[in-house]
């Protein structure tokens, strides 16, 4: 019988298609797969790295720093399969970036708005921070466990939950 192998141990993250040192360890985030092309033509030397399923990433240079995007598909649970597996090969700093519904009507079509909180109410952000902790909680520098929070989760080598 073969001993089972770590998703951790150099192989290819199975969703994602990716393994160490395919991607930066800055990783920009859209939902959709096709907007990944659109944010690659602004980096120096793009190259299209994988595409399976909903996720499609591409590594290249932004003003001489290495920087991935990756696409995440639609919602929470496909977003945290992306997130956990990207850091599972490096990736440090993810930045989310797309569209969302808005509950303010002054809020319109093509606003450009920078998000301090959302609404947990989609069943995944739970299995990593109660309910009870938001991140309208936290400020840039804090983390869950500034605040008291001392869950259950073991902490990732990325250092967990982050700040705002």
């Not at 001489?64 to 995440?72: A, D, E």
């Amino acid at each position: 019988m073969s001993e089972k192998k770590s998703m951790l141990d150099g192989e290819k993250q199975y969703h994602i298609q990716l393994k160490e040192g395919d991607i930066a360890d800055f990783v920009i985030l859209p939902g959709d797969p096709g907007r990944v092309d659109f944010i690659a033509q602004h980096f120096d030397n793009p190259k299209e790295i994988a595409f399976n399923r909903e996720y499609k990433t591409v590594t290249g240079t932004y003003e001489g720093r290495p920087v991935s995007v990756t696409s995440t598909g639609i919602g929470c649970p496909s977003a945290a399969i992306a997130i956990e597996e990207l850091a599972n090969i490096g990736a440090k700093t993810l930045v989310r970036i797309g569209t969302s519904g808005a509950m303010q009507e002054h809020t319109r079509v093509g606003d450009f708005v920078i998000a301090n909180g959302a609404v947990r109410q989609e069943g995944t952000s739970p299995q990593y921070m109660p309910m009870a902790v938001s991140y309208t909680h936290l400020r840039a520098h804090e983390t869950p466990e500034q605040l008291g929070w001392r869950g259950g989760r073991e902490k990732k080598k990325w250092g967990g939950g982050g700040g705002g």
